[in-house]
């Protein structure tokens, strides 16, 4: 059964650092898959933070563009989101998606068809 497990969430000051793991298990060809990280404050809508491609391709949220990286090893089926200079605007809960599609591009988050079940952010002000 294919499944993804988050991890790597936390408190943290204003300006520091998080990692977070997006681990798959029951997924065959991994690189073939689309990955997404979105998020989840309380009372909003969940957004996209930031996605990678089969094609290794990677797309950011405007908000978090040059503070987040997104990175991929297939040989691990693990996708890491690296988090720097967080903001209290950042903090939410944090999921993984998946969704089989070969390109350059990233579905729209209503086409993903896995989803991990989330860890929680927090950036202290």
């Known amino acids: 059964q294919a499944q993804l497990v988050e991890s790597g969430g936390g408190l943290v000051q204003t300006g520091g650092s998080l990692r977070l793991s997006c681990r798959a298990s029951?997924?065959?060809?991994?690189?073939?898959?689309?990955i997404g990280w979105f998020r989840q404050a309380p009372g909003k809508e969940r957004e996209g933070v930031s996605c990678?491609?089969?094609?290794?391709?990677?797309h950011y949220l405007d908000s978090v563009q040059g503070r987040f990286t997104i990175s991929r090893d297939n040989a691990k089926k693990t996708v890491f989101l690296q988090m720097d200079s967080l903001k209290p605007e950042d903090t939410a809960v944090y999921f993984c998606?998946?969704?089989?599609?070969?390109?350059?591009?990233?579905?729209?988050?209503?086409?993903?068809?896995?989803w991990g079940q989330g860890t929680q952010v927090t950036v202290s002000s």
């Open positions: 029951g997924f065959s060809n991994f690189d073939y898959y689309a």
């Open positions: 990678i491609s089969s094609s290794d391709a990677t």
């Open positions: 998606a998946a969704e089989r599609r070969g390109g350059s591009y990233c579905p729209a988050i209503l086409d993903y068809e896995y």
